[in-house]
């Protein structure tokens, strides 16, 4: 039998109207053609953070989904794993990798330029922060989940990735997606994301909407566990109870699935894991007491577990470089292991020297969060390290091999073609 196995037919593609896909639908609705017989039901449940180091010896779906398996993933955040799963692509080719890249003369915020003579403590402060986050949301087209991650004298020298949304046809410029694989058999389905509803809404619509007959696929994306993760990595108890719940919610859906068709499939992936955070190091604090400028003599953005650099002089560069490898919480990647990782970008958009912390070490401050953020768990390590291992669950075993969130994608795109 084959993992989310989908036959081919013709069908009519009708877009709902916008009114019901906020309310009624999550994503597309497809409404095949009378007299053309319904495709297998599959259902494909994505949950981020949700590691193989948390379930492997804690009952979640056991039953139900007995084909078990962690998978490695890719070297940094949600940006840069999910658009690999979503395209079997190394982020290199689908372009997705961190959130902020340098990019002067495509910027989107070139205008703040205009307010560059104003002070630091009048230009970046929170509330322009928050300022800037609301126009990123709501006018410039960045997304529900925009944060203004840098300093906003210095946003006018980054572009943003997330423009569009990915789990939509086109979302993700550089490779063709699940989405554009379903949209381009004329498959109906439905996708389900933070970009319309929290994840109770969303399991409770999906089973719904599973109930009433109308789609073959249905692709849920759950984040919040990430959160749930992040602030109680270390706490077993109350990971336990919530991941109960979850358990509880996506057994009624398969419920569902089964009574519309006892040969339905239910697959249960992850992007990542999270692994307990143990010390903090403030890279930002030894590196400003070098004394270089920015932007004049480099540039840096500062993520949860590495750092991005760009070098417009040579001292700069050579006192940067000989501080980070004195570093003993870290290393300096080098080309080749940036290859090997599918990031070395010709263009070092992403950054011209990636520094990346141990397992379990923190920034103490980055542009991601401030002095006072205190994550019990952190994910976007060496993909080598257990506690980065994503999951991949299923009532049926997959037509190919797996190994890591790409292959995830190879499976669907067999089970289609």
């Known amino acids: 039998m084959r993992l989310l196995s989908l036959p081919q037919t013709n069908e009519t593609s009708v877009q709902a109207p916008a009114a019901e896909r906020r309310g009624k639908t999550a994503g597309a609705l497809r409404v095949p053609q009378e007299g053309i017989p319904q495709r297998k039901l599959l259902v494909f449940v994505l949950i981020d953070a ?21 998978l490695k993933t890719v070297l940094g955040y949600s940006s840069g794993a999910i658009p690999t799963l979503l395209t079997g692509r190394k982020p290199v080719e689908t372009g997705h990798w961190n959130l902020f890249y340098y990019d002067p003369q495509g910027s989107p915020f070139k205008w703040l330029r205009w307010f560059s003579v104003l002070p630091e403590w009048a230009l970046d402060n929170r509330l ?142 992850s992007d990542h894991g999270m692994a307990p955070v143990h010390s903090s190091y403030d890279l930002v604090g030894r590196i400003a007491r070098l004394g270089f400028k920015i932007p004049q003599q480099y540039l840096a953005v500062y993520d949860s577990t590495m750092a991005r650099y760009w070098f417009f002089d040579s001292a700069a560069r050579a006192a940067i470089i000989a501080e980070l490898k004195a570093t003993a919480c870290g290393r300096v990647l080098t080309d080749a292991e940036l290859n090997s990782l599918g990031i070395l970008f010709p263009d070092r958009r992403y950054g011209e020297l990636v520094f990346l912390l141990n397992p379990g070490w923190l920034f103490t401050r980055s542009d991601f969060n401030g002095g006072g953020w ?44």
């Open 50 to 70: 949700l590691g193989w180091q948390i379930i492997k010896d804690r009952p979640f779906l056991n039953d139900e989904l007995p084909v078990r398996m962690p």
């Open 374 to 417: 205190n994550p019990a768990g952190m994910h976007g390590y060496d993909p080598s390290d257990p506690n980065s291992d994503a999951i991949f669950l299923s009532n049926r075993t997959p037509p190919l091999p797996l190994n890591t969130i790409a292959d995830i994608y190879p499976c669907l795109a067999a089970a289609v073609s």
């Open 128 to 269: 322009v922060r928050k300022l800037i986050k609301e126009l990123g949301r709501r006018l410039l087209g960045m997304g529900p989940l925009f944060e203004c991650s840098v300093s906003p004298r210095l946003l006018p020298l980054f572009n943003y990735l997330e423009k569009l949304n990915i789990y939509r046809k086109g979302g993700i410029s550089g490779a063709s997606s699940i989405f554009d694989l379903l949209e381009s058999h004329k498959i109906p389905y439905k996708s389900y994301t933070y970009h319309q509803f929290s994840d109770a809404e969303i399991l409770r619509q999906a089973r719904a909407d599973i109930q009433s007959g109308r789609e073959s696929v249905y692709f849920l994306y759950l984040c919040e566990v990430d959160g749930l993760l992040h602030r109680n990595r270390t706490q077993e108890t109350l990971i336990s109870q919530r991941l109960s719940w979850y358990e509880r919610e996506l057994r009624e859906i398969f419920v569902c699935a089964l009574k519309r068709d006892r040969n339905a499939t239910m697959t249960v992936a």
